[in-house]
């Protein structure tokens, strides 16, 4: 979504990982030396696109979250289109197939986009990752949750905290980058959840229990048939109830669903 991830270049954050049965280029986030895993990106969506084919498709395996300081134009994310309007925040979830239909038109619209993964946050670091598609913080990336809309009076703060972010990830040998650098992303994070429309429902009490027990061995070797034991389920049991659950990240530090 006007990222540079869309077509690799010197410095872009990510590069092709794989290619989907029907023809949508996934890219994964490709970890820069001496930097921690958020990329930022102010740019004009046309210049962006230049080089894009009509309807070009494509997915990440990381996150992004983009506010619109100018809109036009329109994206489609995960098979829905959204007009791009300013002040509003997308926020794309991995694994979502991301179209853009009409580049020209695009080409009037200005925003940020931020592409980081989950570890980048100290909060999201310090718990499991089967915890990352329940936690607050990534509220506006909950399945069925529509943009967020800044308001007016707080446009100029969020265009700022973005160049705060960006300055700091120009820089990152700087005293204190890297704790100025998350603390930026967890700023931009809990406001983004603040405009999501509700709070994501909450799971299934088991599911909750199953979660908690994964959260307190997943350093250790543990199986499906550990977890069911150890709640006084059967593995089949556990195993229908998950298949309704949201879908988790895997735990290598990259979210799945790419």
Not at 41 to 58: E, S
Not at 102 to 123: C, I, K, Q
Not at 137 to 147: C, H, K, M, T, W
Request: no cysteine; charged share 15%; hydrophobic share 45%.
């Amino acid at each position: 979504m006007g990222h540079s991830s869309v077509a690799p270049s010197p410095g872009s954050p990510s590069r092709l990982r794989t290619v989907r049965l029907d023809g949508t280029p996934v890219y994964r986030y490709q970890q820069r030396p001496g930097l921690p895993p958020v990329s930022v990106v102010r740019f004009d969506a046309g210049a962006a696109h230049a080089d894009l084919p009509p309807d070009h498709r494509h997915a990440h395996d990381f996150l992004v979250l983009v506010y619109v300081e100018e809109g036009a134009g329109s994206v489609a994310i995960g098979g829905a289109e959204r007009p791009l309007r300013a002040g509003e925040v997308h926020a794309v979830s991995p694994g979502q197939v991301i179209g853009v239909a009409d580049v020209a038109e695009l080409g009037r619209s200005r925003a940020w986009s931020v592409a980081f993964t989950p570890d980048a946050v100290p909060a999201l670091a310090s718990v499991s990752p089967l915890t990352w598609t329940h936690h607050p913080l990534l509220a506006l990336f909950a399945s069925g949750a529509e943009p967020g809309r800044v308001a007016e009076p707080d446009r100029a703060t969020w265009s700022a905290l973005l160049a705060d972010l960006a300055g700091e990830l120009a820089d990152p040998g700087r005293l204190g980058a890297r704790e100025a650098i998350a603390a930026t992303l967890t700023r931009l994070l809990v406001a983004a959840a603040r405009l999501a429309p509700s709070a994501p429902g909450a799971p299934d009490p088991l599911v909750e229990q199953v979660f908690a027990e994964i959260e307190a061995t997943f350093r250790e070797p543990v199986s499906a048939a550990d977890v069911a034991r150890a709640l006084g389920y059967t593995p089949g049991h556990l195993t229908t109830v998950l298949g309704g659950a949201p879908a988790a990240p895997s735990s290598n530090g990259s979210p799945n669903g790419a």
